[in-house]
């Protein structure tokens, strides 16, 4: 059984131009999360999907930013006019249910390492 | 709001020391609680989880936390350390009532000594 697998690992941009980064959840998963790594912090939450829908995108920054989960397909996190700030790791989560307690648990990708010029 | 303290960015322990990172936490509401390890260029590997019933949790790799709620703390030890344990560690806190966003500290470094 695969993990969650993420595409780039490395993304190299200049300023201005667009980054997309994909996430295959986990066999059986259908629920994603989007988390950026900055440097010398911890992980913030940006986005949770479920299938064809946004569950929750509280952490994720009003412009530039979007993320889709479509029925077919990997999770697409869509970066428009990426400026330097924006250089960081974006791991991406997947579980098979909503919760974390008992039963379930997020399973993290290996992140794509964002790198803005 | 929840949030989480991580009590020292680098620990460095010599092999076969006892390793602790410590872990304080701000929870309105009983939390779930997580340490997560990460290896250079590697995504997160949950280490153990609490969530209800025993306070002492055994996790993988020799590793165990205690949930002291008095204290508000979810410190992490394992008795011996080994070079391999060289990662970074987050801590992390969930809501019960709302458990699908983790929360995570700005993580640990641990150096091992020869």
């Known amino acids: 059984n695969a993990g969650v697998m993420q595409n780039p690992r490395h993304l190299v941009r200049r300023r201005g131009q667009e980054a997309r980064l994909r996430c295959s959840p986990m066999k059986g998963h259908s629920h994603v999360y989007w988390y950026r790594q900055l440097p010398e912090e911890g992980l913030k939450f940006m986005v949770y999907?479920?299938?064809?829908?946004?569950?929750?995108e509280s952490g994720m920054p009003k412009e530039r930013f979007s993320a889709e989960f479509p029925k077919e397909g990997p999770s697409i996190l869509r970066i428009q006019q990426v400026v330097r700030g924006d250089s960081a790791a974006y791991f991406c989560?997947?579980?098979?249910?909503?919760?974390?307690?008992?039963?379930?648990?997020?399973?993290f990708g290996p992140g794509t390492r964002l790198t803005v010029l | 709001a929840q949030s989480v303290t991580q009590l020292g960015s680098h620990v460095s322990v010599s092999e076969g020391a006892l390793v602790l990172l410590r872990c304080n936490y701000s929870s309105s509401v009983p939390p779930y609680l997580f340490w997560y390890v990460q290896y250079p260029n590697q995504g997160l590997q949950l280490l153990l989880k609490?969530?209800?019933?025993?306070?002492l949790v055994k996790g993988i790799n020799g590793f165990e936390a205690e949930f002291k709620k008095s204290e508000t703390s979810f410190h992490l030890t394992k008795p011996s350390a080994h070079m391999s344990d060289a990662a970074e560690y987050f801590c992390?806190?969930?809501?019960?009532?709302?458990?699908?966003?983790?929360?995570f500290g700005k993580g640990t470094r641990l150096h091992i000594l020869p």
């Open positions: 609490y969530t209800t019933g025993a306070t």
């Open positions: 989560a997947s579980s098979q249910t909503r919760g974390l307690g008992l039963e379930d648990t997020q399973y």
């Open positions: 999907l479920q299938k064809e829908n946004i569950i929750d």
């Open positions: 992390a806190v969930s809501r019960r009532d709302r458990d699908d966003k983790i929360i």
